[in-house]
Nanobody
Framework: QVQLVESGGGLVQPGGSLRLSCAAS????????MGWYRQAPGKQRELVAA???????NYADSVKGRFTISRDNAKNTVYLQMDSLRPEDTAVYYC????????????????WGQGTQVTVSS
């Protein structure tokens, strides 16, 4: 019905940068908020950054000033630019989108990507 496909993860040294992308496709009438979450081994999934359709952004305190979230509404795509990466940023990063599937419903449904591994290590 709806697919979120992530890309851009990998291995990077401390202080380096990565850019994650997540493209949504399928039964999409409109996308409300989009965001990135992460889950490190043995920890709960946590919000990293989110952006509304009106481009209001929200960041976890731990990434403020280092990560930037943006979206391209024409492409149904959200990005996460990650700079000054630290070992503690190592986690699986998941894309999330809150989507209205058709003009005949006002219900918003949450969809998740499959996750992409980000490893920060020297």
């Amino acid at each position: 019905q709806v697919q979120l496909v992530e890309s851009g993860g990998g291995l990077v040294q401390p202080g380096g940068s990565l850019r994650l992308s997540c493209a949504a496709s399928g039964s999409i009438f409109g996308i409300n908020a989009m965001g990135w979450y992460r889950q490190a081994p043995g920890k709960q999934r946590e919000l990293v950054a989110a952006i509304t359709s009106g481009v209001t952004t929200n960041y976890a305190d731990s990434v403020k000033g280092r990560f930037t979230i943006s979206r391209d509404n024409a492409k149904n795509t959200v990005y996460l630019q990650m700079d000054s990466l630290r070992p503690e940023d190592t986690a699986v990063y998941y894309c999330n989108a809150r989507i209205r599937n058709s003009m005949y419903t006002t219900t918003l449904r949450d969809y998740w990507g499959q996750g992409t591994q980000v490893t920060v290590s020297s």
